[in-house]
């Protein structure tokens, strides 16, 4: 079993900053991509960063210069450092993980579960 825990969302003010952080944990032989999307109430799922295991990073237009992606591969974790914060921003922030569980095995998409992030003063 393959399990996506996130944490890190909350309240905070225009202009403010929050971390999301997600960790990967189950058998898995390795992790590919690792992305974070968000829905807002209303609107489709849409990408926020993502971030391949050994190439370059992607941002929404939306979010570049004040989003920034990390993983930390020996923890099997992503981030999210979010600066700047806008009340567009407000959604919930789901993490993302292309997942191979075996090797040489057909790689896999897994979510995370969701946690909300509120832009608001």
């Known amino acids: 079993q393959v399990q996506l825990v996130e944490s890190g969302g909350g309240l905070v003010q225009p202009g403010g900053s929050l971390r999301l952080s997600c960790a990967v944990s189950?058998?898995?032989?390795?992790?590919?991509?690792m992305g974070w999307y968000r829905q807002a109430p209303g609107k489709q799922r849409e990408l926020v960063a993502t971030?391949?295991?050994?190439?370059?990073?992607n941002y929404a237009d939306s979010v570049k210069g004040r989003f920034t992606i990390s993983r930390d591969n020996a923890k099997n974790t992503v981030y999210l450092q979010m600066n700047s914060l806008k009340p567009e921003d407000t959604a919930v922030y789901y993490c993302?993980?292309?997942?191979?569980?075996?090797?040489?095995?057909?790689?896999?998409?897994?979510w995370g579960q969701g946690t909300q992030v509120t832009v608001s003063s």
């Open positions: 993302k993980s292309v997942i191979t569980r075996v090797r040489g095995g057909p790689q896999y998409n897994y």
């Open positions: 189950g058998s898995i032989f390795s992790i590919n991509s």
């Open positions: 971030m391949p295991s050994g190439g370059s990073t």
